[in-house]
T-cell receptor
Framework: EPEVTQTPSHQVTQMGQEVILRCVPI?????FYWYRQILGQKVEFLVS????????KSEIFDDQFSVERPDGSNFTLKIRSTKLEDSAMYFC???????????FGPGTRLTVL | QQQVKQSPQSLIVQKGGISIINCAYE??????FPWYQQFPGKGPALLIA?????SEKKEGRFTISFNKSAKQFSLHIMDSQPGDSATYFC?????????????FGTGTRLTVIP
């Protein structure tokens, strides 16, 4: 069964450093998402991406964040200058069409020191 | 603004019992209500979902009950098993205008005691 994959599984970085989280969505999916989950809290939407542009973004997704689909398979989330409060689990998800089920990857645990 | 409220925060059920988790939403534009199951260290996985044109959907031991007028929906797990022990999230989304981001509830940690 196809699945969303994410790398790395755990990223530790120093405050102020840039990080890139990588995702490989399910191959025939057209919509891509990033969510985050701070430890013990609910999953929060960050951004959705379709046709090589952002469809929607939340208030969390400020200028420090960017997304990119650099090739036909990868979908990345970049945080330019990490803050302590960016420490969270980041989930990538994809769906075939806009109204379809979103399938989540296993997540990347980001720890900012 | 908390768009989806979920209760209880934690739930302990005996094996074979019924687990019930409740959610309420505010935005009447929501038209898709999924439940996700999350095991420790894993991403959320879709369990079952409902659209507001039906009041109930059943898949195996899992049932969603939906009350559009009250803006509430609930997950019932019949014959709960220890393997059901996980965190359950309700969510809601709207598809008007191409939007599809999920608004999650705060989660319910279910523990099923053997």
């Amino acid at each position: 069964e196809p699945e969303v994959t994410q790398t790395p599984s755990h990223q530790v970085t120093q405050m102020g450093q840039e990080v890139i989280l990588r995702c490989v969505p399910i191959s025939n999916h057209l919509y891509f998402y990033w969510y985050r989950q701070i430890l013990g809290q609910k999953v929060e939407f960050l951004v959705s991406f379709y046709n090589n542009e952002i469809s929607e973004k939340s208030e969390i997704f400020d200028d420090q964040f960017s997304v990119e689909r650099p090739d036909g398979s990868n979908f990345t989330l970049k945080i330019r200058s990490t803050k302590l409060e960016d420490s969270a689990m980041y989930f990538c998800a994809s769906s075939r069409v806009v109204a379809d089920t979103q399938y989540f990857g296993p997540g990347t645990r980001l720890t900012v020191l | 603004q908390q768009q989806v409220k979920q209760s209880p925060q934690s739930l302990i059920v005996q094996k074979g019992g019924i687990s019930i988790i409740n959610c309420a939403y505010e935005n009447t534009a929501f038209d898709y209500f999924p439940w996700y199951q999350q095991f420790p260290g894993k991403g959320p996985a879709l369990l079952i979902a409902i659209r507001p044109d039906v009041s109930e959907k059943k898949e195996g031991r899992f049932t969603i009950s939906f009350n559009k007028s009250a803006k509430q929906f609930s997950l019932h797990i019949m014959d709960s098993q220890p393997g059901d022990s996980a965190t359950y999230f309700c969510a809601a989304s709207m598809h008007f205008g191409g939007a599809n981001n999920l608004f999650f509830g705060t989660g319910t940690r279910l523990t099923v005691i053997p």
